[in-house]
């Protein structure tokens, strides 16, 4: 049994929603046993910096008015050296420097929040403080003593206390010390001579470009790094390095570690192993009913009887929900891995909207109205634009139960695509719109209550509209009926899944 490392976590978070799926993803850590601390403004926690009670704090970038970076570099004004994680929902260089410049040990994209990912960046995080605190205190007694054998000594201390591999290379990459913990995590020998390697001689060639192009940036090293053993196994290492910098602010010292995440990768791999046989055990029976269907369909049709077709309507409608449903759960599965597949290519906006239109015409007993171009193109993955539209139209036909038609409009503006459904149904309270797209929510007003449903068609909607680089709101009023409008660029830049 894996012995859990306890932490305390502080979670800076103005949002109780992001808050809560911060602890619910940490409660179920393989590795860490999360103390969690929350606190829901910007004056409740620099509070909380003061006392320096946690291990670990993780900061949201937006915080009422103030700011989470602003945050940030007060603390370290303030001399806080625990680990700062800014916390945003933005993936971009531009964020990477500002939380840079600020201070910050690293930043996490919500959206890609996993538990797998919060255990890494927590324990590498308190690694790299444990290991700079240790740092700060041995580079004093160097200094101190102006002795290079008991520096040596020292560090040789250092690093066979901690659990990690230790490494240290000049300014150009050059290796000044390594552990013996990083030698047997790389499977070097202890005894092999390492006084003119470079750090990059360690490395996979895949790997050595990055390395020189991070010394010459003097940014962050982040890489994973796969080793095979002598025995034939692979062994996953997470490699992470901080340029050390004098008074001046050039990098005089790189110094890092390497963390064996062995165990992480294979329990990834393994649920990937669980998504895909359960994807063809759960899928494969239903198939093969709605087939049988279909065709008990046609010859009850040729027999004319009427009872039997629709009893027969009744069981495809209830096994399409079945299937949608088991479809959903299993891309939120993916989603929660960071597996969702993601295939853009050049499509007919408007011909993937007539199949999607004739598909849920046979269902549905709503007309659904059209108003696009004749010819729109963009760059999508087929298949997940096609749940988009599906998920939207079958939420407007759902929720407008008393109306016959609901609408869909396609408009192209410069480089984007707008889509808007509408419907004339019950309505969304105001209060209820900021949580529409959220993980299980359904709405909480009796009618909507009485509607059926898990609450994961907006948010797997959400998820894939974020995917193509686009964006999805909502508006609406209660008793009028909702709008949703996804905009979306023709042209995709590269993902990051």
């Known amino acids: 049994m894996i012995e859990k490392e306890q932490v305390t976590v502080v979670v800076i978070e103005d949002d109780p929603d992001d808050a809560f799926i911060i602890q619910d993803l940490l409660s179920d850590s393989r590795f860490l046993d999360a103390t969690v601390i929350v606190a829901s403004t910007y004056a409740e926690g620099m509070a909380e910096l003061d006392k320096n009670c946690g291990d670990v704090y993780l900061i949201d970038q937006h915080l009422g008015a103030g700011l989470g970076v602003s945050l940030i570099e007060e603390a370290r004004r303030r001399g ?44 590498y995080g308190i690694a790299q403080w444990l290991l700079f605190k240790n740092q700060e205190q041995l580079l ?33 990459g050059k290796i000044e010390y390594i552990s013996c913990s990083f030698l047997k995590l790389m499977h070097c020998h202890a005894g092999d001579d390492i006084s003119d390697l470079e750090f990059a001689d360690l490395l996979p060639k895949k790997l050595r470009q990055r390395w020189q192009r991070t010394l010459e940036r003097g940014t962050p090293w982040n890489e994973d790094i796969e080793v095979t053993s002598e025995k034939g196994n692979t062994i996953y290492i997470l490699s992470r390095g901080m340029p050390v910098h004098n008074h001046a602010g050039e990098t005089i010292q790189w110094v890092g570690i390497n963390l064996d995440v062995t165990q992480e990768k294979r329990l ?32 009850l049709g040729k027999s004319d009887q009427q009872i039997g077709l629709e009893y027969v309507g009744r069981m495809q409608r209830q096994l399409n929900n079945l299937t949608q449903l088991v479809e959903d759960l299993l891309d939120l599965s993916k989603i929660e891995m960071d597996k969702l597949s993601y295939h853009p290519q050049i499509i007919n ?27 729109v193109y963009l760059e999508a993955d087929r298949h997940r634009l096609s749940q988009v539209l599906v998920n939207l139209l079958s939420n407007a036909i759902k929720f407008s139960p008393d109306k016959d038609h609901v609408s869909l409009t396609v408009k192209p503006e410069e480089e984007m695509i707008v889509i808007q459904v509408s419907d004339q149904g019950i309505g969304i309270p105001e209060k209820e719109l900021p949580r529409v797209f959220d993980k299980f929510f359904s709405g909480e007003e009796d009618q909507a209550r009485k509607i059926t449903g898990l609450g994961l068609g907006l948010f797997l909607t959400k998820k894939i509209v974020d995917l193509h680089h686009g964006s999805i709101s909502v508006t609406s009023e209660v008793g009028k009926g909702t709008t949703f409008t996804v905009i979306l660029p023709i042209r995709q830049t590269k993902t990051t899944l």
């Open 349 to 375: 906006l408007r011909e993937l909207i007539h199949e999607v239109v004739e598909m849920m015409s046979a269902q549905a007993t709503h007309a659904i109205e059209l108003d696009m171009p004749e010819d």
């Open 268 to 299: 990834e791999k393994r649920k990937d192993e669980f998504l895909k046989i359960a994807s063809h055990e759960l899928k494969s029976p239903i198939t093969s009913i709605i087939s049988s269907l279909y065709i008990l369909r046609d010859e």
């Open 80 to 123: 806080i050296k625990k680990p700062l994680i800014l916390l945003t929902g933005n993936d971009s260089p531009e964020v990477d420097q500002e939380a840079q410049r600020a201070g910050a040990n690293d930043y996490i994209v919500k959206f890609e929040l996993t538990t797998s990912m919060l255990e890494r960046t927590i324990r």
């Open 140 to 172: 004093g007694e160097m200094l101190a003593r102006r002795e290079a054998e008991k520096r040596e000594a020292q560090w040789h201390l250092l690093s066979e206390t901690l659990p990690y591999g230790l490494w240290l290379t000049d300014a150009e």
